[in-house]
């Protein structure tokens, strides 16, 4: 019988066909290493490793053979499209992404009574 590749080997697999690894991960993540590396020993946040991965959930726990906890928490609704945009922008130049940032913020002033009050900019510029 021949074995399959631990969870963390097949997760590794998946971040490096996306050019990742787990320090990658972490800084995409916002957390340290060590919470990646814990995800690859299969101890936790599987979900949240799944959504940098543009995978569902339910998809990575089949592939792993690892059970979901009860209660995870559901990826956020806009998951699935956050990933894509930080994909696709990693292409961009620092001046390019120094561009989105300053138009993002413009966007943010020029429809501020669209935005609930805690997502409006604060800042002294006014467009």
Request: aromatic share 2%; proline share 6%.
């Amino acid at each position: 019988m021949q074995m399959l590749p631990s969870f963390g080997v097949q997760l590794l697999r998946l971040a490096g066909l996306r050019g990742d690894d787990p320090g990658s991960l972490a800084l995409r993540a916002a957390v340290d290493e060590h919470a990646v590396t814990s995800v690859l020993d299969g101890v936790d946040l599987l979900a949240a490793f799944a959504a940098l991965l543009d995978i569902a959930p339910r998809d990575v726990s089949a592939l792993t053979g690892i059970a979901l906890p009860d209660g995870a928490p559901a990826a956020h609704p806009d998951a699935v499209e956050a990933a894509e945009l930080i994909w696709h922008a990693r292409r961009l130049t620092a001046a390019q992404l120094q561009q989105v940032n300053d138009r993002a913020h413009a966007i943010r002033h020029e429809r501020a009574e669209e935005l609930d009050p805690g997502l409006r900019c604060d800042c002294d510029r006014r467009r």
